[in-house]
């Protein structure tokens, strides 16, 4: 058995090393290597990432749906405070003014204080929502940490559900109605996706996925 790497010429040939001007031959060490069974080296490739299971999947979707009313629900309570701006700005003036606090605000210097703060919720309620979703697509993927965060967060939204049914009874107005049938149905979703994140399956997911 030869114990030597053969060298590089095709046709098997040991050139003649001692010719003058002639290069020594070449160990073929790759073909070697492979002859006698040595391992090849190359780029490890990553594990595939385990797909979701079903319950994952519909867990994201039913997040998406108590993002979507969440933001629709802040949103439209923001556009009624701007409509009544004017008497929310007096009725903050007044309640200053009760406590000596109102210094020289103006009903004109109030309600512009009332637009900034409203604009202000715009844009945290845009924000926060935006990294809702951000942790609604980490559950996805298996991160514990984001289960565990919706799971609480989800919780506090049922809780709110359950006020919400004791409430509306007696709502006044149409529109105080339709807002607590949007925070129940944000409540049953939150509670569906609960569940559905601490099935069999998705427990076994994500501890999976915890462990790549």
Do not use: C
Not at 14 to 33: I, K, L, V, Y
Not at 66 to 74: F, H, M, Q, R, Y
């Amino acid at each position: 058995m030869n114990e030597f790497p053969p060298n590089n010429n095709p046709d098997g040939t040991n050139p003649d090393s001692n010719r003058p001007g002639n290069p020594p031959p070449q160990p073929d060490w790759q073909r070697w290597e492979l002859e006698h069974g040595f391992p090849q080296t190359g780029p490890e490739l990553e594990p595939t990432p385990r797909p979701a299971p079903v319950d994952v999947e519909t867990a994201r979707h039913l997040w998406w749906g108590v993002a979507l009313i969440g933001a629709l629900s802040a949103l439209f309570s923001v556009w009624t405070l701007f409509g009544a701006r004017e008497e929310f700005a007096q009725s903050l003036l007044d309640d200053l003014a009760a406590q000596d606090a109102a210094a020289d605000m103006t009903v004109e210097s109030t309600q512009s204080m009332v637009t900034v703060m409203l604009v202000v919720t715009v844009f945290v309620v845009i924000g926060f929502g935006a990294l809702f979703l951000l942790w609604v697509e980490r559950m996805r993927v298996g991160k514990m940490w984001a289960r565990m965060l919706l799971t609480i967060i989800g919780s506090f939204t049922v809780f709110t559900m359950v006020l919400e049914l004791f409430a509306i009874a007696s709502s006044a107005g149409a529109m105080n109605i339709v807002m607590s049938v949007l925070g129940i149905g944000q409540g049953v979703l939150a509670a569906g996706a609960i569940y559905l994140m601490h099935r069999r399956e998705s427990n076994e997911y994500f501890v999976a996925s915890g462990q790549r």
